[in-house]
C-alpha cells in the first residue's frame, strides 16, 4: 500500500545563472531573453498540473536553480500569487529560495521578505577567493558576508549556506577556516558538498584534458569528519548526510523528499512525485516554452513499482537521521522485500556500519562514508 500524505510541497525550477559555474550540472541558461515569457509559462503549468498531487494543501515552497534570485521582484510576486490562488498554502508554510550573495543587495533582501519568502538559501560554497575563482563562483567573500549579515538584519532569522569541500589544493587548515567563518556568520543552517565530477560540466572537461585532479577520497574523508566533528561541537545535528542544523531549523522542504512526501515540481528539468509516479519536465528552455503555448508539454511519467519505491525509500532515509524504520517498511511492502532489508543489513549491523535501535536503522560516523554501497547492497536488483 502506497502512503498517501495530505501535505506536500511545490518546487519551482527557476533555469537561468549569470554565471556557468564549472561543477554543475543543473539545468540552467545564461541567456536571460526569455525570462518573463517562461515565468509566466510556469504560471500556466502551477494551473495546468495542480491535481497531480491529490491534495491541495501545501506546506513548503522553494525556489531553485539555476538562480532563483535572478528573479524580478514582480515574476516573483507573480509566481507566487498564482501559488496561493490555486493551491491552499499553509499559514505558517515554509518559502525558500536559493541566492547568490551577489544578487542580496539590501533593496533585495527587501523585495523578497515583501513578497512572502521566509527562508534563504545562499550559496557562498567557500571564503576563499582562490577557490571562488576556481569554481566561476559570480561573487566576493565580501559579498558573502554582507549577504548574511544584511539579510539577518532584515528580519531573515532562517537561513542556510552552502559550502563545498574536496576543492583542489584546499588544506585541512583552510578547510578549518572555511567551517569557522561559516560558524561565525551564526546562520541556524549549513549544507556542505563534496565536489564531483558530473560529466557535460566545464570541471569534468579539464579533468579529462589532464589540467587538475580532485583530491583522494583520503583527503575528503577527512575534510568530511573535521566538518561534521566540528559542527556538532558548535550545536548542529547532522539530520542528512549533507545538511546540518540547530534544533528547529531542518529544512522542512528538502526534509519531505527524504520522508517520501508527495511534490509538484514545475519550470524546465523540475521533477515530482505523487507516491504513485514520477513525473519530470523537459531540460530545455525553448522546447518548455513551446510546450507550454501550444499546451502541449513536453515531458516524461514513470509508474513506481514497488521494488523502485522501496529502493527509493531505502535510498533516501538512509542518508537521514531518522534512518530506516522497519516498520514503515513491514505497513508498505511485500514480505520479501522485508525479509531482503533484514538479511542484508545484519552484516552491516555487525561491522558497526549500521546502528539498529528497534526498528530504526541508522549510518554509524563510519557508515556515512560508504552511504552509497550501503544503500546499493540493501536494494532489491531482481
Known amino acids: 500500500m502506497v502512503k498517501i500524505y495530505s501535505l506536500a510541497g511545490i518546487y519551482i525550477h527557476i533555469p537561468f545563472c549569470k554565471k556557468?559555474?564549472?561543477?554543475?550540472?543543473?539545468?540552467?541558461?545564461?541567456?536571460?531573453?526569455?525570462?518573463?515569457?517562461?515565468?509566466?509559462?510556469?504560471?500556466?503549468?502551477?494551473?495546468?498540473?495542480?491535481?497531480?498531487?491529490?491534495?491541495?494543501?501545501?506546506?513548503?515552497?522553494?525556489?531553485?536553480?539555476g538562480t532563483p534570485s535572478l528573479l524580478e521582484k514582480e515574476e516573483l510576486q507573480n509566481i507566487l500569487e498564482t501559488i496561493h490562488k490555486e493551491f491552499e498554502v499553509a499559514q505558517d508554510a515554509e518559502i525558500t529560495l536559493e541566492a547568490n550573495p551577489d544578487d542580496l543587495t539590501i533593496e533585495k533582501i527587501k523585495e523578497l521578505k515583501s513578497c512572502g519568502v521566509n527562508r534563504l538559501s545562499i550559496g557562498i560554497q567557500s571564503f576563499i577567493g582562490r577557490d571562488l575563482l576556481f569554481m566561476n563562483r559570480s561573487h566576493t567573500i565580501k559579498q558573502a558576508v554582507e549577504s548574511v549579515a544584511n539579510a539577518k538584519e532584515l528580519g531573515f532569522d532562517n537561513m542556510t549556506i552552502d559550502l563545498i569541500y574536496g576543492i583542489p589544493n584546499l588544506t585541512q587548515t583552510e578547510w578549518k577556516r572555511n567551517i569557522q567563518k561559516a560558524l561565525e556568520l551564526d546562520v541556524n543552517h549549513i549544507s556542505a558538498y563534496c565536489l564531483t565530477?558530473?560529466?557535460?560540466?566545464?570541471?569534468?572537461?579539464?579533468?579529462?584534458?589532464?589540467?587538475?585532479?580532485?583530491?583522494?577520497?583520503?583527503?575528503?574523508?577527512?575534510?568530511?569528519?573535521?566538518?561534521?566533528?566540528?559542527?556538532?561541537?558548535?550545536?548542529?545535528?547532522?539530520?542528512?548526510?549533507?545538511?546540518?542544523?540547530?534544533?528547529?531549523?531542518?529544512?522542512?522542504?528538502?526534509?519531505?523528499?527524504?520522508?517520501?512526501?508527495?511534490?509538484?515540481?514545475?519550470?524546465?528539468?523540475?521533477?515530482?512525485?505523487?507516491?504513485?509516479t514520477r513525473h519530470w519536465n523537459v531540460s530545455n528552455n525553448g522546447r518548455y516554452i513551446k510546450g507550454a503555448n501550444d499546451n502541449n508539454w513536453v515531458s516524461e511519467e514513470e509508474t513506481l513499482d514497488e521494488k523502485t519505491r522501496y529502493n527509493e525509500y531505502i535510498m533516501t532515509s538512509l542518508r537521514t537521521s531518522w534512518?530506516?524504520?522497519?516498520k514503515y517498511l513491514k505497513e508498505n511492502f511485500d514480505p520479501l522485500f522485508v525479509s531482503h532489508f533484514i538479511k542484508e543489513s545484519k552484516r552491516f549491523v555487525i561491522a558497526n556500519s549500521l546502528i539498529q535501535k528497534g526498528t530504526h536503522f541508522t549510518l554509524s560516523q563510519e557508515g556515512k562514508l560508504l552511504a552509497d554501497g550501503i544503500a546499493s547492497d540493501l536494494f532489491v536488483v531482481e
Open 20 to 65: 556557468a559555474c564549472v561543477y554543475c550540472d543543473f539545468h540552467f541558461s545564461t541567456s536571460m531573453k526569455n525570462k518573463s515569457e517562461l515565468v509566466n509559462c510556469i504560471r500556466k503549468e502551477l494551473k495546468v498540473r495542480k491535481g497531480y498531487l491529490e491534495t491541495n494543501q501545501i506546506e513548503t515552497i522553494y525556489f531553485g536553480g
Open 197 to 276: 565530477s558530473e560529466e557535460r560540466t566545464a570541471m569534468h572537461h579539464d579533468i579529462a584534458k589532464g589540467k587538475y585532479e580532485l583530491p583522494k577520497e583520503e583527503a575528503t574523508s577527512k575534510q568530511f569528519n573535521v566538518l561534521v566533528s566540528t559542527l556538532q561541537e558548535n550545536g548542529f545535528e547532522q539530520y542528512e548526510i549533507s545538511n546540518f542544523s540547530k534544533i528547529g531549523h531542518n529544512s522542512k522542504h528538502n526534509s519531505s523528499y527524504w520522508k517520501q512526501k508527495n511534490f509538484l515540481g514545475v519550470g524546465p528539468s523540475a521533477h515530482s512525485f505523487n507516491g504513485k
Open 323 to 326: 534512518g530506516i524504520n522497519l
